[in-house]
């Protein structure tokens, strides 16, 4: 959309209610009680997060989608704690209202739910982020639980969970036909061992609904369809930074052209010394 044509944005009540200190994953439970829909962005930096929070978003996710948007991988596998700690960090001290959220990598929490708490205790003691996403569904109920009773607020992630990407074999839309079931139990599952809210992944705009209409928790969506109470986007995708974006992604910006712009008239005025000029001098 031309931004001309934008609607100026508008801050969410989420954002309304919270003003003035951090949003909450109550003010979420709220929210959802209200059917108030809401948006949530990826961040990977404090100067983005710093736009974003200004903009009223009310959560940003730290995403293990860092590994490609930001390290370069071609999928999520790769990265570790260590790489997403420091962004984390930087997302946190950028931000002053938005509940920041930090993915627990693949192979950080898989393996027990000791090892889910020791991952997600350095997110929230060396960051400070507020909660951690983890990927799957009755695999992981015995990390969700005791995360969610050491204190650690869980949001969980079900359909496409690219951190399975090679048992998928490939990027594809999950839960149709049967599979569906199996998402809507391990939804519930999860419901109940304490999660606060639920990523949808890629799954159909009819199972989404049934999901998020049978939870007291908030459901995110990302390739699932307008029920769902909240919508994620990573934000390269959504700013028009990423060449070939899926199908679910609506582009709100063009920062890829206007970035090439900006390079090559920078990079024209150097070589012909058009830059610096007087202004930009000191005496
Ligand atoms: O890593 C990520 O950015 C995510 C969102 C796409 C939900 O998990």
């Given at each position: 959309?031309?931004?001309s044509t934008m609607p100026p944005p508008t801050p969410t009540s989420l954002y309304g209610g919270a003003a003035g200190r951090r949003v909450t994953v109550r003010?979420?439970?709220?929210?959802?009680?209200?059917?108030?829909?809401?948006?949530?962005?990826?961040?990977?930096?404090?100067?983005?997060?710093?736009?974003?929070?200004?903009?009223?978003?009310?959560?940003?996710?730290?995403?293990?989608?860092?590994?490609?948007?930001?390290?370069?991988?071609?999928?999520?596998?790769?990265?570790?704690?260590?790489?997403?700690?420091?962004?984390?960090?930087?997302?946190?001290?950028?931000?002053?209202?938005?509940?920041?959220?930090?993915?627990?990598?693949?192979?950080?929490?898989?393996?027990?739910?000791?090892?889910?708490?020791?991952?997600?205790?350095?997110?929230?003691?060396?960051?400070?982020?507020?909660?951690?996403?983890?990927?799957?569904?009755?695999?992981?109920?015995?990390?969700?639980?005791?995360?969610?009773?050491?204190?650690?607020?869980?949001?969980?992630?079900?359909?496409?969970?690219?951190?399975?990407?090679?048992?998928?074999?490939?990027?594809?839309?999950?839960?149709?036909?049967?599979?569906?079931?199996?998402?809507?139990?391990?939804?519930?599952?999860?419901?109940?061992?304490?999660?606060?809210?639920?990523?949808?992944?890629?799954?159909?705009?009819?199972?989404?609904?049934?999901?998020?209409?049978?939870?007291?928790?908030?459901?995110?969506?990302?390739?699932?369809?307008?029920?769902?109470?909240?919508?994620?986007?990573?934000?390269?995708?959504?700013?028009?930074l990423t060449p070939h974006p899926a199908r679910f992604v609506k582009r709100y910006g063009d920062l890829g052209a206007d970035l090439d712009r900006a390079a090559?008239?920078?990079?024209?005025?150097?070589?012909?010394?058009?830059?610096?000029?007087?202004?930009?001098?000191?005496?």
């Open positions: 959309m031309p931004s003010d979420l439970a709220a929210a959802k009680e209200r059917h108030e829909k809401w948006p949530m962005l990826t961040a990977y930096d404090a100067m983005t997060a710093r736009v974003f929070d200004e903009a009223g978003v009310p959560v940003l996710l730290v995403g293990d989608s860092a590994a490609m948007v930001v390290y370069g991988y071609d999928s999520t596998i790769p990265v570790t704690v260590d790489d997403l700690l420091p962004l984390t960090a930087g997302v946190v001290r950028g931000s002053s209202r938005a509940l920041v959220v930090a993915d627990l990598p693949f192979g950080s929490y898989q393996a027990s739910p000791a090892q889910a708490l020791e991952s997600a205790a350095r997110f929230l003691k060396e960051a400070g982020a507020h909660a951690v996403k983890l990927e799957g569904g009755h695999r992981v109920l015995p990390q969700v639980e005791a995360l969610v009773s050491a204190g650690v607020p869980v949001m969980g992630h079900l359909g496409l969970t690219p951190q399975s990407v090679n048992v998928f074999g490939g990027y594809r839309v999950q839960g149709r036909g049967e599979s569906g079931e199996e998402l809507m139990k391990d939804a519930k599952d999860l419901e109940r061992a304490g999660a606060f809210a639920l990523v949808l992944e890629c799954v159909p705009a009819e199972l989404a609904e049934r999901v998020t209409t049978s939870l007291s928790i908030p459901t995110i969506g990302i390739g699932a369809g307008p029920a769902t109470d909240a919508q994620v986007l990573v934000w390269q995708d959504l700013m028009g090559r008239a920078f990079a024209a005025d150097v070589v012909s010394g058009a830059f610096p000029a007087q202004e930009h001098t000191y005496r």
